[in-house]
């Protein structure tokens, strides 16, 4: 029995007749607590990045709580709104820009998903709804008048890339593993944290390939087919092969990707972080000398960019990296190839 069950006490059940809002207050009481433990067993399943960003979220909002004199439990449709503007004046991640749109609208989230979960707020559906719609009327005042925000989109990065970043990876562990990596974030359109959770049983090798197992994400888990390339230097069944040997990687439910020693380049037990991974994709583009600077993210939305431009339809690319089939974010993606290839002046011109 787990101790959130253990904490629980025992209910008195009411007359089968009794309505809800007829309980007495002790009643009440005990089946407010379970809600609260139930909450609270979700809250602590989440993965760890999700939890780490809603405590940045909720951090912020208590700043502006301290700011603007609103008591912090005070989380409505009114005081959401001016959390908008508020965080539309503050510094953002890189010194002299402001916070991204992007980040607001997750601080939305984060405020309202935390007074729920963590303080047990009840708050309508639909909360956010207004501060959002303030948020794009920010946004479109801020496109009218020129100005960008944040780092936009992370670039994709291609097969043409992937090339020209296995070439430059050098013959020992710190180059075998930065090619696996970059070549399997890519053919399975992983999100950092979804690698970082891997363990070296999640590769399972078959005739046909690797069924890549990411088992560990915020969005939806999944088993994704990466069969062997064409070309062996950007195989990343033969990369991750290649780099399972040379790391000795015997023990099943150790980390997929390791740390290397920062002086002897040997491995160490530790697996990487979300962060590190995306580091790692930045140094590879830079290693191979290619201009465009690439993120953690950059794998991902070349993957779909890449096979867009194979012609493979949007269903089979959003199964491949985990997308809903109707991904807005996905379509995004896709349109800025489909542009060219589905154009109203094809023909007429």
């Not at 000795?248 to 150790?254: H, N, Q, S, V």
Request: glycine residues 8%; proline residues 6%.
């Amino acid at each position: 029995m787990s101790d959130s069950q253990k904490s629980v006490e025992p209910v008195v059940v009411p007359a089968a007749s009794t309505l809800p809002e007829e309980y007495d207050p002790a009643t009440r009481a005990v089946l407010d607590h379970i809600d609260r433990q139930a909450v609270r067993v979700v809250t602590d399943g989440r993965p760890e990045s999700t939890r780490r960003s809603y405590a940045q979220d909720w951090t912020s909002w208590n700043r502006f709580c301290a700011d603007s004199g609103v008591p912090v439990l005070a989380v409505t449709s009114g005081t959401l709104v001016m959390f908008v503007e508020w965080l539309w004046t503050q510094p953002g991640g890189r010194k002299g820009t402001c916070t991204a749109p992007s980040t607001i609208d997750r601080r939305i989230s984060g405020t309202v998903v935390t007074a729920r979960a963590e303080h047990g707020v009840r708050l309508e559906d639909g909360i956010a709804r207004l501060a959002r719609k303030r948020l794009k009327q920010l946004m479109k005042e801020m496109e009218e008048k020129g100005e960008t925000r944040g780092r936009g989109q992370a670039p994709p990065l291609l097969v043409e890339h992937l090339v020209k970043i296995s070439a430059a990876c050098p013959d020992n562990l710190r180059g075998i593993r930065d090619r696996a990596l970059v070549l399997m974030h890519f053919a399975v359109a992983g999100r950092e944290h979804e690698l970082a959770f891997n363990r070296v049983r999640d590769y399972a090798e078959t005739s046909g390939g690797i069924q890549a197992d990411l088992r560990v994400s915020k969005v939806r888990p999944r088993v994704v087919p990466v069969p062997y390339g064409s070309r062996p230097s950007i195989c990343p069944v033969r990369a991750w092969q290649a780099w399972k040997e040379a790391a000795a990687l015997t023990d099943p439910d150790g980390y997929a990707w390791r740390r290397l020693h920062n002086r002897w380049n040997t491995v160490l037990k530790g697996g990487l972080t979300p962060e590190s991974i995306g580091d790692i994709v930045t140094r590879a583009g830079e290693r191979a000398g290619i201009e465009i600077r690439f993120t953690g993210h950059s794998p991902r939305r070349g993957l779909a960019t890449s096979s867009r431009l194979k012609g493979h339809d949007q269903i089979v690319i959003a199964k491949q990296g985990g997308w809903a089939p109707h991904s807005k974010v996905l379509a995004g993606y896709l349109e800025v190839v489909d542009q060219w290839e589905d154009n109203a002046l094809l023909g007429l011109l």
